[in-house]
DNA sequence: GTCTATACAATGATAGAC
DNA sequence: GTCTATCATTGTATAGAC
């Protein structure tokens, strides 16, 4: 991909017109911020163009449609997000050490890059019919596949109880995914990383008070 | 309310115009429907007429503005969801059995009312810029409030470990969410109900092979 | 309460000059 | 590559008859 997609997390926030920037990365930032703020279907090009600081005919020269510059977007995301999963899933530890470091090193990710995440976990959630080409199962897949190897590792050393490995998986992802929406949604406060540490440790001891047999 | 604005799930997805039904609700059963495909933002008044069988006239009739349909809708999900959590709560048991006993009524519910409750969850989770004047914290804030209810009632009681209160009730909502989430998304494969209690008993018991000291 | 007909703004997209 | 000007369509909403 060229160079030229990277989008800046402070452009993207701070002032998207910047004249410094090319037209094209001026208007994935624009793209990022409208979508993120009226969803996909609410935001206008007209409006992109303008936060830009371009006209309509140059947004369709380099995108072709509005779709074409959803999909630029959501391919910047899964960049994102496949990076840091494959850097997360090749460190060594415990089991227990790696999940919890996957697991913050998301949450960090998303705390770093909110507007494109809320743009990706929208279309995620979204009708599935005015969804754009993009298969947006690729991000729950490849996290839950990365959970399950490493659960599964740690079940093969003795670390987790046997036969536990699907399900931790998918526990896993429902915490994570509880504190993301947390963190995603301006309403609520934040759980935090160590917040994060914290449920997970829960999840790994347990709560009962009596020991188990 | 009246009672003219309960929606028979199975008309919502079967026949929304059936002739038998009043306007009002052809109407948001209809407009569930819609919603639910396309997106509040995509729909449009026009199909949402179409499909009950009336005209655009007969729509601002009775609910003002495309908004308002939106509004009634999410009133009626509002209505659903507290009679769910007041029913559950109110049951008898030990803590951890009370804890399963809302997830999985939270989780039929959402079985048997799928399209409704995608509605609201696309509401509660997307863009605020464009969301209508209803307050979809309500939500979470209940659940929340009961789950850290009932956690509380299970430390009082030496159930559960000291000082988890906050936390079990934030675990339990994310692993809750996200069996919620693969039952609302088409492309995922629906843990069922004994896949929320296996994931909830993972939680209660820990995951470690190794006892807790 | 329900209809026909329509007002009116905004949309995504393009043609063609430079 | 970037502009001005414009098109065709669709959107929500309403006026007024019955």
New binding site residues.
Partial sequence: MNMDTFIDPASVVAVPADQDLQ?RTRLLNAAVHIFDRKGYAS?????IAELAG?????L??YFG???GLLMAVLTEAQRLFTATVETAVARVGTARERIIGLCTDIYAMFEQHVPVVRVAHAVFLGPPEVAPPFDVTIFELSLRGAFAQIAADGVAAGEFRAGTTDDLAMAVMGILEGCNERQLHPAFEPVGAAGVRRLLDLLFDGVMNTPRV
């Fill in positions: 037209a935001a206008s090009v007209r409006e371009v006209t309509k005919p140059v369709y020269y449609s509005k779709e």
